[in-house]
């Protein structure tokens, strides 16, 4: 069992920065693919970054590459994700997502989620 808890979101001006982290639980993170989702009001959860397991892969959503970048550190069982150059369609609740078995864009490769982090972006 994988238990996920994010921080780090909060209120920013259209071109600041914030940096989300996800704490995990459990002695296994450091084998989990680790993925970031997100879902804006009146919107579905959508793909945002994914990281694999060692860090030497990463996807992102087009919508965000070039902006945010992903990371992640096993020794603290944390993955980041740092977000510069916020735009007001960036505001959503973000969430941070394991999984066991491979690196993946799709929610349904995910097993735990956290609860999640509101960002919003102000024009």
């Known amino acids: 069992q994988v238990q996920l808890v994010e921080s780090g979101g909060g209120l920013v001006q259209a071109g600041g920065s914030l940096r989300l982290s996800c704490a995990a639980s459990?002695?296994?993170?450091?084998?989990?693919?680790m993925g970031w989702f997100r879902q804006a009001p009146g919107k579905e959860r959508e793909f945002v970054s994914a990281?694999?397991?060692?860090?030497?892969?990463?996807y992102y959503a087009d919508s965000v590459k070039g902006r945010f970048a992903i990371s992640r550190d096993n020794a603290k069982n944390t993955v980041y994700l740092q977000m510069n150059s916020l735009k007001p369609e960036d505001t959503a609740d973000y969430y941070c997502?394991?999984?066991?078995?491979?690196?993946?864009?799709?929610?349904?490769?995910?097993?735990?989620w956290g609860q999640g982090t509101v960002v919003t972006v102000s024009s």
């Open positions: 459990g002695r296994t993170f450091s084998s989990f693919a």
């Open positions: 997502a394991a999984a066991r078995t491979y690196l993946s864009t799709r929610q349904r490769a995910y097993d735990y």
């Open positions: 990281i694999h397991w060692s860090g030497a892969s990463t």
